[in-house]
């Protein structure tokens, strides 16, 4: 259920109403954020630009010369009034499953700073389901959370000034997988030889949707190597 | 139709940006000084979101391989034409093997060439622009750089006019103190009013690590301290607070998730004039209501012919991931 006096929609820019919900991260807040943003796309026609969602909050642009901020606030208010109404909105989709070759350039580090053997280290990381709250950083990048509070840190102090593509990683709370080479300040598990997206005929395919759930399974080097994995010398 | 003959990196391809892709983590980029990129393709007549090169603080070169229609906006490079001096919002006619040279400007960032019918480029989601930290993902056309040519793109446009007159202000750009309206957040409430008052009352310098992505500011620090949320969906304008006390505003191709806290965003035609404002230039805020925002945004795209929204009208909205 949802606390309708507990969700701040605020008019922020000419063209942008950011919805805030308490700041606390809930697979329930994140289905509700998904389910508004169906509901916008299914009602809002081309009158929604886009939206933009994280942990607890959804940005939504729309087009001023179209609806008015007061008119929208009220579209959006009458679909979290169907939300409050409704204790589970169906918009989660099947598992994602990763594979992971747990060989990550900070395993080890982990294993320290945590106190916990690399094993448990990975037992951590694997036994939990994550839910998909937010596409950002890098295209095709999503936030994973919440993992494990015996393997929660904070970001690596000094970021790393090259992450490969299919690293596996995990920074307070989170965990992603970096889908392309760029510079990251988390600490890398493993690496994943799955593609974080795919672009065909003008479209960008992110492989998480947000809201999903997602889990990760270890495969041996042999595996990785099947799957289409690549060896990463840490630079 | 023409060649890059000189650049440092300084050229990218800009048009009005990629607003629908941000769902999927794609900046929303763009020109940087949206008046004079409006301007430039409404000189031309070319549809509004015609791309145009974006060029920093002048310094570039290149030569028309066939006869070309163009205008210089923006920033004023003391633009040549072969022997010729140029003016800024005037079309001129380039023959072919003439070369075009552009020098650092006395003042203001950003200069716009755009070309009659355009040039081609290469498209993602819906737009040319070239985001700093994506053109290495090889959506759009590869970086700038000497020997880049450029071919005539098949739009259709009316004939230009030489003495077409544009009725668009022409003072939109100052030289003095610029002013930054804006729409105050839910943050910049829970402040005292000694507090609103101090950071009303202060002037800000933009600092050298400003460009396209974010303007920073240095001055005063901002004492207040507000409380850290979790990462939350950024704007073009977003007034970031870090802990240094220091604002950041979000520029262009700012990204779309952000983390430190948020005293408001900045009215979308004052961030045209931030974009030409240099480092040590200085600013001061002054808070205004969404709907006083949105009144000046519409009276700045009903100065050009056409709307402000034209270029989402065709574009597929790119919602079916998430």
Redesign the interface.
Known sequence: MIDLKQV?I?????D?I?I?WP?V?APAIAEQI?FI?HCL?ECGE?K????????????I?Y????IT?DQLKALILKQLAVISSNKNPQVASDIIDIPVYYAGWDLNEVSDLTQLSSNEVIDLHCKHHYTAY????????C?LASIDKQIQLPRKATPRAQVPAGAVAIAQEQTAVYP?DTPGGWHILGFTPIKMFD?AQ?????KI??GQIVNFTPICQEKYLDLGGKLHKEC | MFTINKCQQNISIQDLGRPTAQHLGFSGTGAADEYSFLLANQLLKNPSNTPALEIILGQVSLRFTKASTFVITGADCLARLSNTRLENNKIYHASANSELTLQMPKTMVYSYIAIEGGFECQYWLNSASQAKNEVSLGLVSPRIKQGTHFTRANINIESVDSVYQHQVESHFHQNDKLTLRFIPSNAWSTLTLQQQQQIMESSFTIAPASDRMGYRLSGNPISSKLPQQLSAPVNYGTIQLPDDGCPIILMKDRQTIGGYPVLGNVARIDLFRLAQKRPGESVTFLPITTQQAQAQLFAFYSQFQTRAFEHLDSSQPAFQNS
């Open positions: 701040n605020d008019s922020i820019a000419e942008a950011l805030s700041d991260i998904v943003k796309k081309q929604i630009i886009d939206t933009v969602s994280s942990y607890t909050s959804l940005l642009y087009r001023f010369d179209l901020s937010a596409h950002g950083f890098v295209p095709g990048f936030y392309m672009i003008q479209q960008f395919f992110p949707k947000l």
